[in-house]
């Protein structure tokens, strides 16, 4: 007869549920982290800059935008694959479900962003004269269907896409220091590391 207790099912996920994200996550993450700091600030320092070096700036910034929704439409392909780990289940369920909303948010955020960008770009009455290359080596087209429209339906477009790649800019600064100020709360006051889930 055998005496050892049979495992519950708590514990069988405890041994199934990884503790952290994968590697490949990790990269992910943090590479879209850094690019995304990179890009809000030439975004904001671009109209403060010398003539000369506006347009490489503003060239690299959409460069960068571009990089950045491959790497997240990447990264939710990842996810979907790769069960994340949980937040620990001592959290309150407000603040476990304000986190997975948080997380929404910045993903469409982060979609919408670049996007925004690229069709405020492809609105621009110069963009058939100007080709568009990621960071001065790979051809990339504008979107064809908002490039090719009437200059006089075009340029009210242009102002109109670059309103909304401006205000979902804020609201994607405004997710992201929530995240931020969120995770080292979790770290420094509460004393429950939610850090460790995404450093190697």
Same mark, same amino acid.
């Given at each position: 007869m055998n005496t050892q207790a049979n495992p519950s099912r708590a514990e069988l996920a405890d041994t199934t549920t990884p503790s952290r994200y994968s590697r490949t996550a990790m990269l992910l993450h943090? %590479?879209?982290?850094?690019? %995304?700091?990179?890009?809000?600030v030439l975004g904001l320092s671009a109209d403060s800059l010398p003539d000369d070096w506006v347009r490489p700036v503003i060239n690299t910034h959409k460069s960068i935008g571009i990089t950045v929704l491959g790497l997240v439409l990447l990264r939710i392909l990842w996810r979907a694959s790769h069960r994340p780990p949980p937040l620990p289940r001592s959290f309150p369920n407000w603040e476990r479900g304000a986190a997975h909303v948080a997380h929404f948010l910045l993903y469409l955020l982060m979609i919408g962003l670049p996007l925004s960008g690229w069709m405020h770009d492809s609105a621009w009455k110069d963009a058939a004269t100007h080709p568009m290359t990621l960071f001065g080596i790979v051809p990339w087209p504008r979107i064809g269907l908002i490039m090719n429209l009437a200059p006089a339906v075009k340029e009210p477009l242009h102002d109109t896409f670059g309103a909304l790649h401006t205000w979902l800019g804020y609201a994607l600064y405004a997710l992201l220091a929530m995240h931020i100020g969120g995770a080292l709360k979790h770290e420094w006051i509460d004393r429950k590391s939610v850090l460790k889930r995404m450093v190697p």
């Open positions: 943090w %590479i879209i982290a850094v690019l %995304i700091l990179v890009n809000v």
